[in-house]
């Protein structure tokens, strides 16, 4: 009962991704209203860890993919291992086994988290090299 | 464990067998192709990683960040063999993702209102 929700669910959430990658292939989140803005940037005007990550996916599934990686650096360089997992999370619901996976130390993991704290704060600095990370400073220096 | 080449039943720690001598340790499946990372065999708690990281970094949710954290916990806690601590870290780090799933909705739907007045607003002053 547990197993036919989760695999429910599993496929609502894979049919969801797939209209929301459409959607992103034809609408630009930098010029239309259609998706939402960061509720971080909205509320305080800061940028934060995953600003403009929307606008990344929307110039990767352009091809486009130095576009992308000035609009977020982070956002590219995590997609893969995200997909990964999903992929894997989504596979165990629907089949029962997962993708080949490696255990991640408590380590990397802390680092990880360092990473996308530091990135976040830094791409909101008015400091040379640093406010290149801010959401398409990069196509525009 | 038993020993494939005679079928003695030696020590799970054995590195060979005591009645033949065959290498036992090298017999037995790797459970993990990491060096060093000692995990407690046939544990494996859901340490959430994956949808932490989407929380925070794919949709800007704060939230997401202390779901890291514990995912953080969940697998430190196994590396030291703390199975009951990784699975209240696991409890944790689920938690924090619920929160940023009800944050993301509840904000799509204050988003979505708002967008919906703002069209009927901009209807009525024509």
Redesign the interface.
């Known amino acids: 009962m547990l197993q036919a929700r989760g695999r429910w669910l599993a496929m609502i959430i894979l049919g969801a991704g797939v209209v929301a990658a459409f959607m992103l292939r034809f609408f630009d989140p930098a010029t239309s209203g259609v998706f939402p803005p960061c509720p971080v940037r909205y509320l305080t005007g800061w940028y934060c860890p995953g600003c403009g990550s929307l606008r990344a996916m929307h110039q990767l599934l352009h091809g486009n993919l130095r576009a992308a990686w000035a609009m977020n650096p982070l956002t590219v360089t995590l997609l893969p291992f995200v997909m990964y997992g999903l992929a894997s999370h989504a596979l165990f619901e629907i089949r029962g086994r997962e993708l080949p996976r490696t255990f991640l130390p408590a380590v990397w993991i802390r680092a990880l988290c360092a990473i996308i704290v530091l990135f976040g704060i830094a791409r909101n600095l008015p400091l040379h090299p640093l406010n290149l990370l801010a959401p398409g400073a990069m196509l525009h220096p | 464990m038993f020993c494939p080449q005679c079928g003695t039943n030696n020590a799970d720690t054995a590195a060979v067998c005591v009645q033949c001598g065959r290498a036992l340790q090298a017999a037995a499946p790797p459970a993990?192709?990491?060096p060093g990372?000692v995990?407690p065999p046939g544990t494996s708690v859901q340490?959430y990683?994956?949808f932490a990281?989407?929380a925070?970094?794919?949709?800007?949710?704060?939230a997401g960040?202390p779901a890291?954290?514990y995912?953080?916990?969940v697998?430190?806690k196994?590396?030291g063999g703390d199975v009951a601590g990784a699975q209240a870290a696991s409890k944790n780090a689920k938690m924090w993702c619920l929160i940023s799933v009800g944050?993301f909705f509840a904000?799509?739907l204050v988003?979505g209102l708002l967008?919906m007045f703002g069209i009927l607003g901009s209807l009525a002053h024509h």
Not at chain 2, 56 to 62: H, S
């Open positions: 993990l192709q990491q990372v995990m340490n990683l994956v990281i989407l925070t970094v794919f949709c800007c949710l704060p960040i890291i954290v995912a953080a916990q697998n430190g196994l590396q944050v904000g799509f988003w967008a």
